[in-house]
């Protein structure tokens, strides 16, 4: 395992075991988003086999990428913990990846002649719609106060 390989496995479980940690709790949709990212980096890996265009530079990226969005979500639950009784933000961020990771899988799967029904590519475009709108409310409501 290469020095670069190596310090990002340890990032990313760092985060992974940072939140764990911080929130004493592992919900079941990080659980879901988590199964989500696997299916989405075999997808990924499956792909760029099919197409001839595996490349490790776009993997890394990709992988960086998962560890942003789990970092991101560490970083919700510690504004939920300051400024809700409730978890908002990582409720919110949580969708919003299991969104995109979503996505991404359809993306992957339909490039490789899968037949995806449009129900499913249509529900996550709403996921990701209704969060991205919740959002955009969220702040508003906040430059108000």
Same mark, same amino acid.
């Given at each position: 395992?290469?020095?670069?390989?190596?310090?990002?496995?340890?990032?990313?479980?760092?985060?992974?075991?940072?939140?764990?940690?911080?929130?004493?709790?592992?919900?079941?949709?990080?659980? /879901?988003?988590?199964?989500?990212?696997?299916?989405?980096?075999?997808?990924?890996?499956?792909?760029?086999?099919?197409?001839?265009?595996?490349?490790?530079?776009?993997?890394?990226?990709?992988?960086?990428?998962?560890g942003?969005?789990?970092?991101?979500?560490?970083?919700?639950?510690?504004?939920?913990?300051?400024?809700?009784?409730?978890?908002?933000?990582?409720?919110?961020?949580?969708?919003?990846?299991?969104?995109?990771?979503?996505?991404?899988?359809?993306?992957?799967?339909?490039?490789?002649?899968?037949?995806?029904?449009?129900?499913?590519?249509?529900?996550?475009?709403? /996921?990701?719609?209704?969060?991205?709108?919740?959002?955009?409310?969220?702040e508003?409501?906040?430059?108000?106060?």
């Amino acid at each position: 395992m290469s020095y670069l390989q190596e310090l990002k496995a340890w990032l990313i479980a760092g985060v992974g075991t940072s939140y764990a940690f911080i929130t004493g709790h592992f919900d079941q949709t990080l659980q /879901i988003l988590l199964a989500i990212m696997a299916v989405d980096l075999v997808s990924g890996i499956m792909r760029g086999l099919q197409k001839k265009e595996l490349k490790s530079s776009i993997m890394s990226l990709g992988i960086i990428k998962k560890g942003a969005i789990l970092l991101s979500i560490l970083f919700a639950y510690l504004l939920d913990l300051l400024l809700n009784d409730a978890p908002v933000f990582v409720t919110l961020m949580t969708w919003l990846a299991i969104g995109n990771e979503g996505l991404s899988i359809v993306e992957n799967l339909t490039a490789m002649g899968v037949k995806i029904p449009r129900v499913i590519s249509d529900s996550l475009l709403q /996921i990701k719609k209704h969060v991205t709108n919740n959002q955009t409310e969220k702040e508003s409501k906040k430059k108000d106060i």
